[in-house]
T-cell receptor, first 115, second 111 residues
Framework: DTAVSQTPKYLVTQMGNDKSIKCEQN?????MYWYKQDSKKFLKIMFS???????INETVPNRFSPKSPDKAHLNLHINSLELGDSAVYFC??????????????FGAGSRLTVL | QQQVKQSPQSLIVQKGGISIINCAYE??????FPWYQQFPGKGPALLIA?????SEKKEGRFTISFNKSAKQFSLHIMDSQPGDSATYFC??????????FGTGTSLTVIP
């Protein structure tokens, strides 16, 4: 029973296309994140949502648009894909306060390859 | 700007040896310092963590040493095993539960 699940696991697409990655967590967490891991394995936060409200929006091109329909889901839509968008995108979740607030639970990642 | 600096980038250790990974930070507002372990094809998973009011935390073969005045912390893996081969990330938490990660250390433990 996967705690944080992402789909698709692999995505290969052409430059200029639009694609989406979906994330769902069944942990009852109220905060969800998107991280980008590049080819050198550097993990960089992109967005954070708390109860469907955008909390963190790092310097990310506006071609990237997160959407949180409810606190258990955080999707990432990418417009006009570029070669430099190729990376592994990780969804993560946590609770904002109280016990467990310190722990990020990550999904298995979605590897995006832009040709 | 890299909020958390991590070294070395890669590390090769013999089975039974000690693996040491170092991290440094500048932001004194960081209030929690976790280490994450990532195996190929998987997401990072919490390994061990420490608060800045504690100088050392040990869980099994894994120990974090924390030097608040130097703004440095390190992960020590005692009796390293081939199964420990993975990428290790240090991290630091800022206000709003925002986590900043180091650049990662690829550890290989040779049998």
């Amino acid at each position: 029973d996967t705690a944080v699940s992402q789909t698709p696991k692999y995505l290969v697409t052409q430059m200029g296309n639009d694609k989406s990655i979906k994330c769902e967590q069944n942990l009852g967490h109220d905060t969800m994140y998107w991280y980008k891991q590049d080819s050198k394995k550097f993990l960089k936060i992109m967005f954070s949502y708390n109860n469907k409200e955008l909390i963190i929006n790092e310097t990310v091109p506006n071609r990237f648009s997160p959407k949180s329909p409810d606190k258990a889901h955080l999707n990432l839509h990418i417009n006009s894909l570029e070669l430099g968008d190729s990376a592994v995108y990780f969804c993560a979740s946590s609770v904002r306060q109280g016990v467990g607030a310190n722990v990020l639970t990550f999904g298995a990642g979605s590897r995006l390859t832009v040709l | 700007q890299q909020q958390v600096k991590q070294s070395p980038q890669s590390l090769i250790v013999q089975k039974g040896g000690i693996s040491i990974i170092n991290c440094a930070y500048e932001n004194t507002a960081f209030d929690y310092f976790p280490w994450y372990q990532q195996f190929p094809g998987k997401g990072p998973a919490l390994l061990i963590a420490i608060r800045p009011d504690v100088s050392e935390k040990k869980e099994g073969r894994f120990t974090i040493s924390f030097n608040k005045s130097a703004k440095q912390f390190s992960l020590h893996i005692m009796d390293s095993q081939p199964g420990d081969s993975a990428t290790y990330f240090c991290a630091a938490r800022a206000t709003g539960n925002q986590f900043y990660f180091g650049t990662g250390t690829s550890l290989t433990v040779i049998p």
